[in-house]
């Protein structure tokens, strides 16, 4: 057994850790996986940066009470000419 994960695991244990907190051992592998491998680091990366804009929508919906033009521009534009 290996001390370390390959790039596979890490990408499972990464889109994990978004939905649940990971455990202590799983964290200090992840995070001495990503210390040495350039490649998962972006991973993560990008998914901290999904992870902020969805709280970004989320945040946006909040501040936005039901507006009626949500529901205007659902419906088809009217043809100008
Ligand atoms: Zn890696």
Known sequence: ???TYSCKQVAV?????QDEPLGMLDQAKLKFHL????????VEQQMTQMKEL??????????????????????????DS
């Open 1 to 3: 057994m290996s001390i």
């Open 13 to 17: 244990l990464l889109s994990q850790a």
């Open 35 to 42: 210390s040495i491998c350039g490649n998962c680091r972006n």
């Open 54 to 79: 969805m709280h970004m929508s989320f945040a946006f919906d909040d501040s936005l009470p039901d507006k009626p033009d949500k529901q205007q521009s659902a419906k088809p534009a009217a043809p």
